[in-house]
């Protein structure tokens, strides 16, 4: 059998980023970081958090922020589209000449 195979296997702490809670377990890596463990985990404490380790929802808000709303967006077409209309009222649609004969 093959001697220095298998990597060493002692005892290290694992931490939380978020909660900050320490784990002692049995590992062949030292200093082992988490996002979430099970003191600050939405499924373990059933309250919602958000955890931003690259400000990623800061950054989803200013963008939003910036956008403007759909509803202008749509008022202005229908404007521009109700002023066309109106420029060209002598000519009429098909479905406007039928309804006439009507």
Do not use: W
């Not at 296997?9 to 062949?28: A, F, P, Q």
């Amino acid at each position: 059998m093959r001697k220095n195979t298998h990597p060493d296997y002692h005892e290290t702490v694992i931490i939380c980023n978020t909660c900050k809670t320490e784990y002692k377990l049995g590992t062949s890596v030292d200093g082992v970081r988490v996002e979430l463990c099970a003191n600050c985990h939405p499924f373990y404490t059933g309250k919602e958090m958000l955890v931003d380790t690259d400000n990623l929802v800061d950054k989803f808000n200013k963008k939003l922020s910036a956008v403007k709303p759909v509803g202008t967006l749509v008022s202005k077409k229908q404007k521009r589209l109700e002023k066309k209309k109106s420029s060209t009222s002598q000519a009429l649609t098909l479905k406007d000449m039928l309804a006439q004969i009507k």
